[in-house]
Structures are given as structure tokens and as C-alpha cells.
């Protein structure tokens, strides 16, 4: 993965939440990565498409899909990935 294809990233808990941008594959996936395991975990394109945005607080990874607004806990979000 080059720099010139992530976009946004967001460091929570030892955890990089982060959006390639210019995929020819995917519509500009978001992936999440454990930085102590290095376990990687694409986030379901049900949840976004090319224009999505995400953002994230404390407790919520929250991402914008045409008028809808999903929001994913991120307790349950890193509890799925350490299960991979």
C-alpha cells in the first residue's frame, strides 16, 4: 500500500482506523488495523460508498452513506478483530 493511497487516518487505542482513496479494486475501503497483533480487517461496503466519510469518537466509528448515518461501536469493532 502507498502513502498517495490512504487517505484518512484515525489512531484510537492502538488501533488504526483508515481509508484507501483512489482504489481501482474497492470503493475506497476502510480497513482497521491492530497495531500490536498487525491483524487487518476491511470494514463491509455495505456500510459505505466511494464518496463515504467516516469519523470517529471515543465510542462510535460513525460513517456517512449518501443520507444515512451508520455508527458501529468500537468496543465491538476491536473485540471482532482480536477474534480474527
Same mark, same amino acid.
Do not use: C, H, T
Given at each position: 500500500m502507498r502513502w498517495t493511497s490512504i #487517505?484518512? !487516518?484515525v489512531? @484510537?487505542?492502538g488501533h488504526l482506523i483508515?481509508?484507501?482513496?483512489n482504489s481501482n479494486d474497492f470503493?475506497?475501503?476502510?480497513?482497521?488495523?491492530n497495531m500490536?497483533? #498487525?491483524? !487487518?480487517?476491511? @470494514?463491509?461496503s455495505d456500510f459505505y460508498e466511494s464518496d463515504s466519510t467516516?469519523?470517529?469518537d471515543i465510542t462510535h466509528l460513525k460513517i456517512q452513506k449518501n443520507d444515512v448515518l451508520h455508527s458501529i461501536a @468500537?468496543?465491538?469493532l476491536?473485540?471482532?478483530?482480536k477474534l480474527l
Open positions: #487517505g484518512k !487516518i489512531e @484510537i487505542n483508515f481509508q484507501m482513496i470503493s475506497n475501503p476502510i480497513f482497521v488495523l500490536d497483533s #498487525g491483524v !487487518i480487517a476491511r @470494514i463491509s467516516f469519523s470517529v @468500537i468496543n465491538e476491536f473485540k471482532a478483530i
